[in-house]
Nanobody, 123 residues
Framework: QAQLVQSGGGSVQAGGSLRLSCVTS????????MGWFRQAPGKEREGVII???????AYADSVKGRFTISRDRANDILYLQMNSLEPEDTAVYYC?????????????????WGQGTQVTVSS
């Protein structure tokens, strides 16, 4: 059974940094597209950064230049490095994996999800 287990997150002041990790196991196929999503209270879940299985990467405009995604394929770990955090980044963050045929940031295209982790940025 596929599992995505997240760690990291927490509370930080504006301008600070946090790193999230996501360890994956037992995905049905190795070359999955993976990414990070977030959901703020009262808002829909949105894509933050996606790495497609082809290697293509997509970023939400709001995080460009501040957030970075990386992938340790040897250990099946996905990372999200978040710098210059802003109060608007406050949300529950989720890692996800899936097999969309082309690049997408739509949550519905990803079938495997981590448990979510809270990130709170205070001003």
């Amino acid at each position: 059974q596929a599992q995505l287990v997240q760690s990291g997150g927490g509370s930080v002041q504006a301008g600070g940094s946090l790193r999230l990790s996501c360890v994956t196991s037992a995905l049905p196929y190795r070359d999955a597209s993976m990414g990070w999503f977030r959901q703020a209270p009262g808002k829909e879940r949105e894509g933050v950064i996606i790495i497609h299985e082809s290697g293509q990467t997509a970023y939400a405009d709001s995080v460009k230049g501040r957030f970075t995604i990386s992938r340790d394929r040897a250990n099946d770990i996905l990372y999200l490095q978040m710098n210059s955090l802003e109060p608007e980044d406050t949300a529950v963050y989720y890692c996800a994996a899936g097999y969309p045929t082309r690049m997408t940031m739509k949550p519905g295209e990803f079938g495997y999800w981590g448990q979510g982790t809270q990130v709170t940025v205070s001003s």
